[in-house]
């Protein structure tokens, strides 16, 4: 059974980088064939897809265009963990984020953390 | 403003069936068969209910069930139970090569 867990600071100050980490057990990320993915969901509001990264002996990494810009994303094949970074945070980016596993990649999230809170105080 | 349209609401009684709609266009769910379904319980991870359109994940009841026609898709739940209370989101994959979600529906049991 695959597993997913967060992990990272739950306060981050404006203006600064927000980094999360997502721990993998149950499947190999190195071993391809899945999406490594990252959701957030903003307080009482719906699902944002932040984007992907996809490894198999190299990384290909695919975006959310309106956050394209202060995004990125990375894979620690020696821990099983992907990473994701989004700078010069703002209050608008108080969100839940939830890494998930896409098995196409079409948006078939199969499997997901429990998700993280992230609050950037305005 | 969400991508893809989905009402705010959908109530039923126990038993009844409730339709869910995902409004896109050309350009993501009238072009690729590739619409997935979460149901999301108050404090928890999304759980995926339907893939591809119309597949569903080892596990999941054959109470949903999903459809497309056009621009828009559909979650059916038939033989509404308690438990299905809860948001129900759906995706699409878009010609961008993004994903887009809709924004969400309460389902009222």
């Known amino acids: 059974q695959v597993q997913l867990q967060e992990s990272g600071p739950g306060l981050v100050k404006p203006s600064q980088t927000l980094s999360l980490t997502c721990t993998v057990s149950g499947a190999s990320i190195s071993s391809g064939g899945y999406c490594w993915t990252w959701i957030r969901q903003h307080p009482r509001k719906g699902l944002e897809w932040i984007g992907y990264i996809y490894y198999s002996g190299s990384t290909y990494t695919n975006y959310n265009p309106s956050l394209k810009s202060r995004l990125s994303m990375s894979v620690d094949t020696s821990k099983n963990q992907f990473s994701l970074e989004v700078t010069s945070v703002t209050a608008a980016d108080t969100a839940v984020y939830y890494c998930?596993?896409?098995?196409?990649?079409?948006?078939?999230?199969?499997?997901w953390g429990q998700g993280t809170l992230v609050t950037v105080p305005s | 403003q969400s991508a893809l349209t989905q009402p705010a609401s959908v109530s039923g009684s126990p038993g009844q069936s409730i339709t869910i709609s995902c409004t896109g266009t050309s350009s993501d769910v009238g072009v690729y068969n590739y619409v997935s379904w979460y149901q999301q319980h108050s404090g928890k991870a999304p759980k995926l209910m339907i893939y591809d359109v119309t597949n569903r994940p080892s596990g999941i009841s054959s109470r949903f069930s999903g459809s497309k026609s056009g621009n828009t898709a559909t979650l059916t739940i038939s033989g509404l139970q308690a438990e299905d209370e809860a948001d129900y989101y759906c995706?699409?994959?878009?010609?961008?090569?993004?994903?887009?979600f809709g924004g969400g529906t309460k389902v009222t049991v």
């Open positions: 995706t699409s994959y878009t010609t961008s090569n993004t994903l887009a």
């Open positions: 998930a596993r896409d098995r196409a990649p079409h948006g078939a999230f199969d499997s």
